[in-house]
């Protein structure tokens, strides 16, 4: 059994929710986990899952799906999320390409048509996970004119305070130098929404504001 879980994410000058990311997981022995093996979900199942956690939520949401790198530029899965933004309606969908590639060489050029073929269906593009796994300074390059937005996931950097400070300032200044949205996910402590506000990051995430949720 399958279900979408979503995570609120938050505007620190708006005081209030300003899109959720949904993650998919598996019902496993009463235990919901992260599936073994996405590549065996047919993609109905994406496009039925999603919009039925959609579905709910205020007309202007914006919601985030996750793809893998080999996910993204998996034709079936392309479809399903075009599917998926035409039955949400004014509902905007975001499609987070993470840091991994699960094992595999994919080339950047085929991230780009993807990439591009999402945006000409209206679905949007976000770089996850910047500057960790796969999604570094070359490839986020070249995917900047297609994406609306980076996220920096502080969890990835778990015991690198100094090096997650080096990479957080960069990534903040190269998105906006790009004009595109920045936001601050992985916040867990005090510590780190002291952080967030020295840098002035308005869109931020991370079990200090909330935990996923059913959806």
């Known amino acids: 059994m399958y279900r979408f879980f979503r995570q609120a994410r938050y505007s620190q000058e708006d005081h209030k929710v300003n899109g959720y990311e949904l993650l998919l997981r598996e019902q496993i022995a009463g235990n919901w986990r ?29 919601v985030a799906i996750n793809l893998d790198h080999d ?35 994919i080339a950047g050029n085929d991230i780009v048509c993807a990439a591009n073929f999402l945006t000409m ?16 300074f070359e490839l986020v390059r070249i995917l900047l004119p297609y994406a609306t937005e980076m996220k920096f996931a502080l969890q990835n950097f778990a015991g690198k305070r100094p090096l997650a400070r080096h990479e957080l300032y ?42 996923p949720q059913p959806a």
Request: charged share 25%.
């Open 34 to 62: 992260v599936p073994a093996e996405f590549n065996t979900i047919e993609s109905a199942l994406w496009v039925e899952l999603a919009v039925a956690a959609i579905q709910n939520l205020a007309v202007d949401a914006k």
């Open 71 to 105: 996910q993204f530029v998996d034709e079936r899965l392309l479809q399903a999320m075009v599917e998926i933004q035409r039955q949400i309606g004014k509902k905007q969908l975001l499609v987070e390409i993470t840091e991994r590639a699960n094992g595999l060489l």
């Open 121 to 136: 269906n209206g679905v949007r593009v976000s770089l996850d996970d910047v500057g960790s796994g796969q999604n570094q």
């Open 170 to 211: 960069f990534w903040r200044q190269l998105a906006d130098k790009a004009d595109k949205h920045f936001v601050l996910e992985g916040i867990e402590t005090p510590a780190d929404v002291t952080l967030a506000n020295r840098l002035a990051i308005d869109l931020r995430q991370g079990y200090f504001y909330s935990r």
